[in-house]
């Protein structure tokens, strides 16, 4: 069986965006308004989640703060995290279930390594049965850490916005029903959405909205 195509450099990034301009006219017209689309690759593993996990329902901002004390700390590996205190991660600006939550990751000995074999299906199932992984915290890691060129996020807020501006609709789509109207962008759903963060980014630039 032949190894699937991951996304690995700009170059596939703009193979992506093409696809999506061949197959959709909307995508032909609001591309070239958003200019090239970004990588976003990071190395896989224990760091690639554990950030993610931070990530949740925080500004961009303090993400970035909290994530630097850890570092800082040295509290960004699977060995340090495991034996850290909730002290520690207090200090750091972790939220006590966030705390628990990457403790729990730490300890759970996954083979970070072997996901990058696995079809992504498998991958999802393994990383939502870790603690404070649910499926969005998954998608991004397949996307971002493991490059994987199909993987969306249907559940994501933002980009449920995106598609209501983009494609004019009367409400914002709910995840059955992005996915929907996804189905066409295959086989470069992670391309898109990184299009329409890039669209709710520029749309809310054009609004005055910070």
């Not at 961009?60 to 590996?77: N, Y």
């Amino acid at each position: 069986m032949a190894e699937p195509r991951l996304i690995l450099t700009q170059a596939d990034i703009d193979e992506g965006a093409a696809h999506l301009a061949d197959v959709c006219p909307v995508w032909a017209r609001v591309l070239p308004q958003l200019g090239p689309l970004p990588l976003r690759r990071q190395p896989d593993g224990f760091a690639a989640i554990a950030q993610a996990i931070v990530g949740q329902q925080v500004s961009v901002a303090a993400a970035a703060a909290i994530w630097g004390r850890l570092q800082a700390a040295g509290l960004d590996r699977e060995a340090t995290l495991r034996e850290a205190d909730d002290d520690s991660l207090r200090a750091a600006g972790l939220s006590r279930p966030k705390a628990r939550y990457l403790r729990g990751i730490a300890a759970a000995g996954l083979d970070w390594q072997g996901l990058r074999d696995l079809p992504d299906d498998e991958a999802m199932t393994r990383l939502v049965a870790l603690p404070g992984i649910g499926v969005w915290t998954a998608e991004i890691y397949l996307k971002f850490a493991l490059g994987r060129r199909d993987v969306f996020a249907a559940g994501d807020l933002a980009l449920q916005e995106a598609a209501r501006g983009m494609y004019g609709l009367s409400e914002r789509p709910g995840p059955a029903a992005l996915r929907a109207l996804a189905e066409p962008w295959a086989p470069w759903r992670a391309v898109a959405a990184r299009g329409l963060w890039a669209y709710y980014r520029w749309a809310k630039g054009r609004e005055g909205i910070s």
